[in-house]
């Protein structure tokens, strides 16, 4: 058998690796209720697609908005980006939404 070269070996200080320690537990969690809220928000958007396409869709389209701490239900006006606009003026952020109800 040859004899092989021999192999650069540095020396090795003391390392202190654990100051920095990564959960990825609470990481993890974090990321999926991120993802949860987006998918969500895509949901509450496809209804809202739904509504204003369907063949039956009147303008003045009664529904009930469904918030985080409240029901509430009123006339659809319309929708112009990322909000909706009722018949009594108001104009309600689609992001606050939780569901739609029709």
């Not at 990825?24 to 396409?53: A, F, G, M, Q, Y």
């Not at 980006?81 to 108001?90: E, F, L, P, S």
């Amino acid at each position: 058998m040859k004899k092989l070269p021999k192999v650069y070996k540095n020396n090795i200080k003391n390392i202190h690796n654990n100051k920095k320690i990564f959960d990825s537990l609470n990481e993890v969690s974090n990321i999926s209720k991120n993802i949860v809220n987006e998918i969500d928000k895509i949901d509450i958007k496809d209804k809202i697609k739904k509504l204003i396409k369907d063949k039956n869709y009147i303008f003045n389209t009664k529904v009930t908005l469904v918030f985080k701490d409240k029901e509430e239900v009123c006339n659809i006006a319309g929708v112009v980006n990322n909000n909706i606009i009722t018949m009594d003026n108001q104009i309600i952020k689609i992001k606050d939404l939780i569901d739609i109800k029709y």
